[in-house]
């Protein structure tokens, strides 16, 4: 199955706790701190990967955390950093905020990477904390929290040509016949459920990828039959080929429709070069009706192409006149340079909640400082302490009126208030 959509939990690693430890060797009665800092958590790594083409592998699997460093050890050892997460991503895939809906990044170039979540710091051993006045410190901190982000990805099919027309005008048997491809083919509309990717090779020089994208109805720009799940593919593409089919009643309506459905979703897509050929030549009642259509498309201003997708009839000129329109058209990525994710949001910023059964502080440095406390060590307690003075919790909580005894929630931390 195409899986073109994805929704992904991310979460870097936790950096590794700092250790307590005091030097002890014969005939060294006083050898100081020697508590090591902990190792960096892993970062979580976007990467692109050419080989890729669909977001299969993340049906199966939802949840990317990066693993934690290590605990920092006697000897003013540092913990050991984590290996970074890195996750394989096809070309071709935008990234947005799944709670805020904004874009992060747009994955076109190939081997392009991003770092989405960055690892937590280790935190760091007593060795650190050592100063003229206090000289056998028994503080650390804990390693800091990795950072989490709930993603949506999107896959816009990377293809140099896209073949649109209606239902069953023969796009799926024409990709097959230019390529190896080999679509499901059939008598019947929507045949095509699911874009369909092929390389045609005209010389030793020259290729093309080209898409088969599903047949557009009328009403495809709101969704009606398979509407905008495929039409986003379009929009990679720098040239249509637009397939007609010969036995069609109104190949024009047909024509101008199909326009229509493109300029609705994206106004930009109707600024495509197309190449238009009318399919099914091989048959005598198209041929037949061939003048007709030559005549009726030239009044308009359109050449079209006489070609059979069946027998590979005029399939070569077609297929150069499209290599001569791509020469021409640039490629165009719509890349955002934003190499980290970073909240948006100031990281000292904090909310003091007041609850039914005491109080609650959110805010993002409150409560990583929270999670980095050795909440078993009196001395870490008191640095704590110290930090909701400076940021000036302590002041607002009094003047919110918590009293004496009463439980103050940080994170997932519950503490007592004692004047």
Known sequence: MFIDEATLYIKSGKGGDGAVHFRREKYVPRGGPDGGDGGRGGDVILKVLPTLNTLTKFHHNQRYIAPDGERGGKNNCTGHSAEDLIIHIPPGTVIYNNETGEIIADMVNLDQDLTLCRGGRGGRGNARFANSRDQAPRVAERGEPGLEIIIKLELKLLADVGIIGIPNAGKSTLLAAVTKARPKIADYPFTTIEPNLGV??????????????????????????????????????????????????????????????????????????????????????????????????????????????????????????????????????????????????????????????????????????????????????????????TLGIDKDLRKAGVKDGEIVMIGDYELEWKD
Do not use: C
């Open 200 to 389: 045609a090779r005209l010389d030793n020089e020259t290729t093309m990828v080209l898409a088969d994208i599903p047949g557009l109805i009328e009403g495809a720009h709101q969704g009606m039959g398979l509407g905008f799940e495929f039409l986003r593919h379009i929009q990679r593409t720098r040239v249509l080929i637009h397939l007609l089919d010969g036995l069609s009643k109104n190949p024009i309506l047909d024509y101008v429709q199909i326009n229509t459905e493109l300029s609705l979703f994206d106004p930009e897509l109707s600024k495509k070069p197309q190449v238009v050929a009318v399919n099914k030549m091989d048959l005598s009642e198209v041929q037949e009706q061939w003048i007709k259509f030559e005549m009726d498309f030239k009044k308009k201003g359109i050449s079209i192409f006489p070609i059979s997708a069946a027998t590979g009839s005029n399939l070569k000129s077609l297929l150069y006149k499209v290599a001569e329109l791509l020469s021409n058209t640039p490629i165009v990525f719509h890349e955002l340079k934003i190499p980290v994710y970073h909240p948006m949001s100031d990281p000292r910023v904090y909310e003091i909640k007041r609850l039914s059964n005491g109080w609650r502080i959110i805010g993002e440095s409150i409560e990583r400082a929270a999670a980095m406390t050795y909440w078993e060590n009196d001395e870490s307690i008191r640095r704590f302490q110290r930090i909701l003075e």
